[in-house]
C-alpha cells in the first residue's frame, strides 16, 4: 500500500491511511483525499467518483468539497471511523461531514438516501462470483 509521491496540489507535507490505499495528503496550502484508480471502482460509487477528479493513477477528492463524499462512504463501509476526541463529540463529525455533502453534492446525497451508492464494480465482481458456481 504505497502512499502517493505526488498530489496534483503540490509537494506532499503529510500523507494519512484512511483505509487500504485511501490516503489523506496534506501540502503547505490544500490538498484532499487519493485513491488508487483500481481500489476506487471496488470501494466509491459512480456516483461518488463523479465527485472527484483523475490525475494519474488516482481518482482525487479535493478537501474542501469532494472529500467530505469519500468520507461518508467511507464510513458507509465500515472502512473509517468518525473521530471522538476533544475537539468532536460522538455524532458531530458524521453530521458535519453530512450538512457538508448535502450543501455541495445534493445529487450524490439523494442518491445515497435512495441506496443508489454501491460501489461502482460490484455488480460486475457478482457476476464473476455467480460465473464461478
Known amino acids: 500500500m504505497m502512499e502517493p509521491l505526488y498530489s496534483p496540489w503540490g509537494e506532499i507535507q503529510s500523507?494519512?491511511?484512511?483505509?487500504?490505499?485511501?490516503?489523506?495528503?496534506?501540502?503547505?496550502?490544500?490538498?484532499?483525499?487519493?485513491?488508487?484508480?483500481?481500489?476506487?471502482?471496488?470501494?466509491f460509487s459512480r456516483k461518488a467518483l463523479q465527485c472527484a477528479f483523475r490525475d494519474g493513477g488516482y481518482y482525487c477528492f479535493e478537501e474542501d468539497c469532494m472529500a467530505p463524499v469519500a468520507l461518508r462512504e467511507l464510513m458507509d463501509r465500515g472502512l473509517y471511523v468518525a473521530p471522538v476526541?476533544?475537539?468532536?463529540?460522538?455524532?458531530?463529525?458524521?453530521?458535519?461531514?453530512?450538512?457538508?455533502v448535502q450543501r455541495y453534492h445534493p445529487d450524490y446525497w439523494q442518491a445515497r438516501q435512495a441506496g443508489n451508492t454501491q460501489p461502482a464494480l460490484q455488480g460486475k465482481q457478482n457476476q464473476v462470483k455467480e460465473s464461478e458456481r
Open 85 to 100: 476526541n476533544g475537539y468532536w463529540k460522538p455524532g458531530e463529525y458524521e453530521n458535519c461531514i453530512n450538512e457538508s
Open 15 to 43: 500523507c494519512e491511511m484512511l483505509a487500504p490505499h485511501v490516503f489523506c495528503v496534506s501540502t503547505a496550502s490544500h490538498g484532499g483525499i487519493m485513491v488508487n484508480s483500481r481500489t476506487a471502482k471496488t470501494v
